[in-house]
């Protein structure tokens, strides 16, 4: 994938976490959360990231993030491998790179004001000293991502989930960071309520210039706010390609699969559409299957789709697929 214009470049990035053998016995395991993932995040774009619950996500952010450390690969942010440096030299980063939490409700300290929320990182990295400037920085905060200065004054408990995720949202922006990882930022919010922030996240990437990794399960959220779209599977991305081309066109069987799940609002058209419905279970990353992770489960896998591991390639200008068949 091309790397031009490039502000994040993950290049063969894997996570594993050791498993049993501890305090009370079983037996030594590796889980591959996240096993050779490579993609390519542009200035100024949105990169959805898509799957099914524990295919590795929220693992993908978290690396990238350095919150965990990876086991092998490199993340370029803006030039520089993130993985070679120490705690010290990450520090510099921290403020360019930030996260929006899954939950609202678990992500905010109970103990501490919004505007105690809000200062906290202010002060912590030096960005205004004096109180007053702390002060008028919040009020700027809240009113950017809809919400009111008096708001400053309440309680996490004190504001509706919205409301709460909408503070999430203004303590990343303290930090006027280039990247943020948004990490299922909709899926605990009412539908309503998911449209508020979706829109919110657009409205501040236009203002700001921001580049977001949007990692969600939901298609239809991601169809309105991406600009391109990864799909991975069990710790593997296994379709890479422009919005439009995915969702009209995709190529690898279980990008077809996902969005035949989506409904369609219209009764007829939902009607005359093929449903993919896939057999069996989602293999365990304690032991994946040999070949192509998909094959159990693939509805057109043939004799080599088990033994062979099929390599992410360009099938068509722009479009990534790691398909045999494709």
């Known amino acids: 994938m091309t790397a031009d214009g490039a502000l994040l470049e993950v290049r063969n990035l894997v996570k594993y976490f050791h498993v049993g053998g501890g305090l009370f016995g079983g037996a030594p395991g590796v889980v591959r959360a996240v096993d050779g993932v490579s993609f390519v995040i542009r200035r100024g774009e949105t990169l959805g990231l898509v799957g099914e619950s524990g295919c590795g996500k929220t693992t993908t952010g978290r690396c990238i993030l350095q919150l965990e450390r990876p086991t092998s690969g490199e993340i370029v942010f803006d030039g520089q491998d ?20 899954q939950d609202p409700y678990s992500s905010l300290n109970p103990r501490m004001t919004i505007g105690q929320i809000l200062t906290e990182p202010l002060a912590v990295h030096g960005l205004a000293p004096a109180r007053g400037a702390r002060a008028a920085r919040v009020g700027e905060l809240l009113r950017h991502v809809g919400l009111l200065p008096q708001h400053a004054h309440r309680y996490p408990h004190e504001l509706s989930g919205g409301q709460r995720q909408r503070v999430g949202i203004a303590r990343a922006l303290a930090m006027e960071p280039d990247l943020i990882v948004c990490d299922e930022p909709v899926s605990a919010l009412d539908v309503s309520i998911q449209a508020q922030i979706v829109n919110l996240l657009e409205d501040l990437q ?28 069990l710790g593997k991305i296994v379709e890479i390609a422009d919005r439009q081309a995915l969702y009209e066109d995709p190529l690898h069987p279980y990008t077809r699969a996902l969005l035949s799940a989506v409904p369609i609002p219209d009764p007829e058209v939902e009607a005359r559409r093929e449903h993919v419905v896939l057999g069996g279970e989602v293999p365990s990353p304690l032991n994946p299957p040999a ?18 591991v099929p390599e992410l390639r360009e099938v068509k200008p722009g479009h990534w697929a790691a398909c045999l068949l494709a």
């Open 206 to 233: 236009r203002e700001f210039g921001l580049t977001y990794l949007f990692v969600a399960h939901d298609l239809s959220v991601v169809r309105h706010i991406s600009d391109r779209v990864a799909v991975m599977y």
């Open 291 to 308: 070949g192509c992770v998909f094959h159990p489960r693939c509805p057109i896998a043939v004799g080599r789709c088990r033994s062979e």
């Open 82 to 101: 993130l993985t070679k440096l120490d705690e010290g030299g990450l520090r510099r980063f921290r403020r360019r790179m930030q996260v929006i939490f």
